[in-house]
């Protein structure tokens, strides 16, 4: 089902954008395809976000809980619901939103991992798709495809620039939604600060043994990230300074 579903749609947009790109560079189909999934995605990735900004607003709050807790965990658990409800909060929100993502990017993995090999391709491609010459030609003759980015990395291949890439990126993109005013003594900022590391050499890491397409994938969908997430809190600075701009404009005028 999720072949059906997911994996052969995306699939197939993959090849469409392939064949209708002059050059018809592999690298820059995959650059597109993770921007207009990005979009589409658009509206559960907003909830997640302000529900990120949400839980970093309140962080300070937290610290403040854990400090007059003093280890009292039931008292902590009480004191954190109440602060949850009162803010309207939920706690597992976010965690909702990504679960819900989560077969979309198992679907692009394997999309990635699947169209490098051109055996595949034959496959799982749509009628209509394979009617492009671009297609025709990667279906008779497989050999001849040689998937790659601007016609000097392999897209079949890892790529040690990608990779550290795709990690930097992963990091920014970590880092941009990371309190800056939260105590270090805080165990949850410690753990938040060492996935904020983590998870980027994870990426590097991973990224050195798979094919290269996917490392531009995640490379593309956390610049794309950094874009949405500024959006997010861009506007949220832009409502804050129209509340006060009207604030100063309903002010009594002095005689």
Do not use: C
């Amino acid at each position: 089902m999720l072949r059906t579903i997911l994996l052969n749609p995306i699939f197939n947009l993959l090849l469409l954008i392939y064949a209708l790109l002059p050059g018809h560079d592999f690298g820059i189909a995959v650059i597109i395809l993770t921007i207009i999934i990005r979009i589409l995605l658009w509206p559960l990735v907003k909830k997640q976000l302000l529900h990120q900004k949400a839980m970093r607003d309140i962080q300070p709050e937290i610290t403040k809980i854990k400090q007059k807790t003093k280890g009292d965990k039931a008292k902590e658990s009480k004191m954190m619901m109440e602060l949850f409800k009162e803010k309207e909060i939920n706690p597992f929100g976010s965690l909702g939103l990504a679960l819900l993502q989560f077969p979309i990017l198992i679907a692009l993995f394997f999309v990635l991992r699947d169209i490098i090999d051109p055996s595949q391709i034959n496959e799982a491609v749509y009628g209509f798709v394979s009617s492009f010459d671009a297609v025709k030609d990667i279906i008779s003759n497989p050999s001849s495809f040689h998937p790659s980015l601007f016609g000097v990395i392999d897209m079949a291949k890892p790529s040690v620039l990608l990779a550290v890439l795709a990690g930097l990126a992963q990091f920014f993109q970590a880092r941009q939604l990371t309190p800056k005013d939260i105590s270090k003594s805080d165990p949850s900022a410690r753990l938040g600060f060492q996935m904020m590391l983590i998870f980027p050499v994870l990426t590097v890491i991973i990224g050195l043994q798979l094919p290269s397409a996917l490392a531009l994938y995640w490379l593309t969908s956390s610049l794309v990230a950094l874009v949405q997430q500024h959006m997010v809190l861009a506007e949220d600075v832009n409502f804050m300074q129209r509340l006060l701009n009207r604030g100063k404009t309903n002010e009594p005028k002095r005689r």
